[in-house]
Structures are given as structure tokens and as C-alpha cells.
């Protein structure tokens, strides 16, 4: 067995939590939280929740740590400090900072024998696999990424801070046009208004001023101002029964040419249609966490991305089976 | 540069030969053939063709084999003997006898000191990989794999053995109300005849009985007895102007669940459209050589498979670079 420790238990801990009890090589054997652990409830009947700046206390009884904080602020310390001591997964996902978070935890993965492998999801994570493997197979063509329909947590914050704004939830939603000009190999060049939409789900306090509250969100730079932006105020009640819920997914699409003169065409596309962001993403990160334990276990050391993980070693199965079945 | 051989030089020789010439960091030195080398035309200037019994002589020239033989009768000999000499990947295609042919490339490739990666490509191959990665990911749920629109190269050829049969084309077709099932979550359980039907294209004799030759392709076993099987007759012209291509593609969709009582669903589907199947067979191929290459200068020997090389070995691209701008 796999003994696993869950450090933060939010959304992406619980999602960690339930994908642990649905893997059969793997145990959980404490959650670290930097709340106070008596207000912490969780699921697993028998493991416990302690204070996260213990953690080090259980170095020998834990084989990998998977780390659900978040990207902004916890991340970018607590990985390098737990790689030191623990074989540890993340999620960090602000991607122009990945170089400089790479370097940090190598620094100390290395120096505490252990490995870590941050970026872990579906983006990153996953989607960019794909967009590997489809750059390998076919080294010339174009790119995509399409996102949603799904819950943009940052975006539904951003709408939060508006004043007079008690609750919201903003789904990115992909243009289905440009979804289709690109599945069908036109290589369109795209701005993002053209490829995707913001639907907003916005709770106001009573006698709010709509008309201002959507004009803040619409002209918002970076988040909404180069969007084509919905707004719809709903009551606390509709968002709670109808926007529950934390669905996300999107699609990879590569198009791209062979042969001597580059004169056919062949279209990769990747895509998710996920229920629960946050359990799928856990399940990523599970999966990786095997990957981290057979690696530390025949001797490697330092910090990995999921480019470096030879997919067989993220099954339970062994090599004769997967070929066996798989292949 | 990487220099590459290539043994066989029908279809899929040439797609390779096309994906050789347009990856910078690699290049043809050779061309290996059973036919006579001066009745082999290639379109690499300055490349030559050798007879495919004197590959041994080139030994020291070439980093990696491509063989491109066929899988019934040519891979099983070929790979092994050439494993012991050289880096090499193959397209072994045969799902049944994959265990024995790995032990055999195995034994001869750990004797040479040197990297075999077999049943590359994409079915096996990338769908392989999607298959192994989702279920990694989403251990509790189902796969389904859907092929075509597409040309089946064997099933042409069953139909040609039939007496009057000038020439054929058979196209495997994926039930789109099937698919749809699937991509919408409802895990059905599905017949042969349920996920595909089967087109075909035929040009007849002169006056032969075509009504004895539909009969035949309709109940001929394994081949088109479990499938609703169209049979349409045409001119050799047609057929010419209008079956020409190899196109094929398909779909892994895996519909799988997570929670802590697996209540949530999510989808997870990888497809491929592909204008000529022997290119982009060619160019997956391809890619593997870079792998191979990589990992037998870093030490390495043996014989693999798509499921135990990582990512960042099949890229041109530094790990630095693909950290960078692919995660």
C-alpha cells in the first residue's frame, strides 16, 4: 500500500480524498491542514487531521504527499519546504511562473532525496501531455486550447469583489464556431473574444445597482473588457439549486500536415467533459502520487513534470498486464 | 542529427521517409528493401537504396531502424534480428501476439546493447496511451474505442480473394448514435454490430455474378458476418478517382467516475481524423526513433513500448523549452 498524506483539504483535498478510497494500492494516513484541526471534518473514518507545521513529525509514515494548496501563495512555498522531507505532488498552476517554481523545488527535492512533480491536473497536467505528444507526432501545425464550459473560480471571485455583489459564478464557454472551423483543419488565426464567452451568474444585495454592477464586470480589463460578457441576476436561491455545482472541461486541438511537401492534413483533439473539477483533478494528482512512489523507490531524486513520467509507472497494473490489455 | 534507416519501403516507408525529411533534427542515410534496390524509387536526394540483407553492413551509419515491414509475416522475423544490430521501431499490430513478440525483440535487443519500441503508431500506440492515461486517471468506468471513417487495409484484401474481384475498398464506419451514447455518459454495452458498420467498394469482372459476390462479403466470418455490411459495385475509374486515399481516425472515449461513492461522471475522449493513416502512422514512428535514440545514448537497452517512454523523450525540444511553453 501506498500511504498518502493530504495537505489542505479544500475542494482539490476532498477531490484527493475520494480518489484515494477508489485506488486499491493506496491508504490515506492523515490530512494537514493550517486550520484548527478540531474544526476540520473528514470523510475517511480513522485518519486524522493535524496542524500542517507538524507535517514533518510524520516523515516515516507517509510515502507521498499530495499538496492541494493553492498556486498564489501556498504553493510556491510549501512544495519546496515539503519536497525536502516527503516524495510530494502539486497543482501549481500559474503558468508563466513554472520555470521559477520548477527551479525551487528541485533545489530541495534533490538536497531530501525525494521526488516531486509539480503542474499536475488537466491544465497543466494533462492537456499539456497532449499538446506534446501532438507537437511530437506532428511537428508542423497549429495549436488550440478551448476551455468550458465550465466554473472559472478566479473570474467568479473577481465578480465578488464588485460592492453590492453577495454571490457569483462565471462559466468560460468555448464559441462552438471556431470549435468547429478548427476540428475542421481551417488553422483560423483567433482573438479571444472569438473563441470564448463569460456567462455571469450574479447575486446582489437588495436595491443594487444592476446597471453599474454589469458595467464594472463587462468593462474589467483582463478578466472581462475582451469578452463578449452575459450577465444574469438571479437570486441567492437560483444560484444554490442551479450553479452548484464545479463542472469544467474543454478540449486540445492540433491540426497539423504531412508528407514530403506537407500536403495532408490530420486533426488531433483531446477533450474532458469533467462533472467536478476539483475530483477529477484530485484524480490526476492520485495517479501521479503512484508514479512519485515508484520512482523514489528505485532510486531518482528531484523535481519532474508530467513530460517526465513514462506513463506506465501511473498504473497499478503491472507491464505484462498493460500490454497484455492496453496496447 | 539523429541519422535514420528505413527497412521496407511500401506505404508506410514513404510516410516515414516524408516525416524524416520534415523533422530539422533528423536525417535518411538509407533506405533498406527485398526488392530489387534499382527498381526502388525514393524521393530523398542523395539517399540510396541497399537490399534489406546487407542492413548489417550500415551498422555504424545509423542511429535507428524504422522497420515498416507487416506485421503477419515481416515484424516478427525482422524486428528481432535487427535489434541485435541496431536501435529500431516497429508497428506490430497484431494485439494477440504482442507478449511473445516483445519477449523475442527483448532478448535480442538486451544482447546488442541496444533500444527497441514496438506496436508504435496509433492503434496500438496513441490510442494505447489515451487508453492507459485514462485509466490511470479515472480507475472506476469504461473505454470505448470507435474506428473510422476509415479504410481497413485487411478487410480490402479479404474482399479481393473473392473470385470475379478486380479490386475493392472497404471502409470501417463508427455508429454515430453509438458514439453519441457514449460521449453523453451512458456507458452502453455495445455489440460489434452496435459500434460499426461496414462499407464497401468493389469492382467486379465482366460479367460475373454479382449477387453471389455480395453474398460472400456479407457472411464471410470475422471479417463482415457480425456487421451491417453495405455493398456497392463500381468501375475501376471510379474507384480510382474516388477510394484513392488512405484516410482513417477514430475515437478512445473513456466515461468514468469519481467521489468518494463514485457518484460524479466525467468523459475523457482522444481523436484522430487522419487524411492518409501511413503518414501519420510514419510520423508517430518517427518521433519514437527520437526516444529510442535518446534513451539508448543515455545507457539504456531493451525492448519498450509506447506505455514506458516519457513525453519529453519524443520532442525536439529541450526540457527547459517545453516547461516553458507546452505545460
Same mark, same amino acid.
Given at each position: 500500500m501506498i500511504r498518502i498524506g493530504i495537505a489542505g483539504y479544500g475542494n482539490l483535498g476532498k477531490g484527493v480524498e475520494a480518489a484515494v478510497k477508489n485506488n486499491p494500492d493506496m491508504e490515506l494516513v492523515a490530512v494537514f491542514s493550517r486550520r484548527d484541526p478540531d474544526s476540520v471534518k473528514i470523510r475517511t473514518e480513522g485518519v486524522k487531521v493535524y496542524p500542517f507545521d507538524k507535517i514533518t513529525d510524520y516523515k516515516d509514515d507517509i510515502d507521498v504527499i499530495i499538496n492541494c494548496g493553492g *498556486? @498564489?501563495?501556498d504553493l510556491p512555498e510549501s512544495t519546496p519546504a515539503i519536497a525536502e522531507n516527503f516524495n510530494v505532488i502539486d497543482s501549481f498552476d500559474t503558468h508563466a511562473r513554472i520555470p521559477e517554481h520548477f527551479a525551487n523545488v528541485d533545489a530541495k527535492a534533490q538536497k531530501g532525496n525525494k521526488i516531486a512533480i509539480i *503542474?499536475?491536473?488537466?491544465?497543466?497536467g494533462m492537456f499539456s501531455l497532449n499538446r506534446l505528444y501532438m507537437n511530437a507526432v506532428l511537428p508542423n501545425g497549429n495549436d488550440y486550447t478551448f476551455w468550458g464550459k465550465g466554473v472559472s473560480q478566479g473570474h467568479s471571485d473577481a465578480i465578488r469583489? #464588485?460592492?453590492?455583489?453577495v454571490d457569483a459564478r462565471q462559466y468560460t464557454v468555448p464559441v462552438e464556431s471556431a470549435v468547429q472551423s478548427v476540428r475542421n483543419g481551417k488553422n483560423p488565426t483567433l482573438t479571444a473574444r472569438q473563441k470564448h464567452t463569460r456567462e455571469c451568474y450574479v447575486v446582489v444585495e437588495d436595491g443594487a445597482d444592476k446597471q453599474r454592477i454589469e458595467n464594472e464586470i463587462k468593462t474589467m480589463?483582463?478578466?472581462? $473588457?475582451?469578452y463578449d460578457t452575459t450577465v444574469n441576476f438571479i437570486s441567492l436561491e437560483e444560484l444554490q439549486r442551479d450553479h452548484k455545482g464545479i463542472p469544467h472541461g474543454g478540449s486540445v486541438i492540433r491540426s497539423g500536415f504531412t508528407g514530403f511537401d506537407l500536403e495532408t492534413k490530420h486533426t488531433i483533439e483531446y477533450s474532458l467533459k469533467l462533472e467536478s473539477n476539483p475530483e477529477f483533478t484530485g484524480s490526476v494528482l492520485t495517479a501521479y502520487a503512484r508514479a512519485a512512489y515508484r520512482l523514489n523507490t528505485s532510486g531518482e531524486c528531484g523535481c519532474k513534470t508530467?513530460?517526465? #513520467? $513514462?506513463? @506506465? +509507472?501511473? #498504473? @497499478? +497494473?503491472s507491464g505484462e498486464e498493460i500490454r497484455a490489455h492496453m496496447l
Open positions: *498556486s @498564489a501563495k *503542474s499536475v491536473g488537466w491544465d497543466p469583489r #464588485i460592492e453590492g455583489v480589463p483582463n478578466y472581462f $473588457a475582451d508530467v513530460f517526465d #513520467i $513514462a506513463p @506506465a +509507472q501511473l #498504473i @497499478a +497494473q
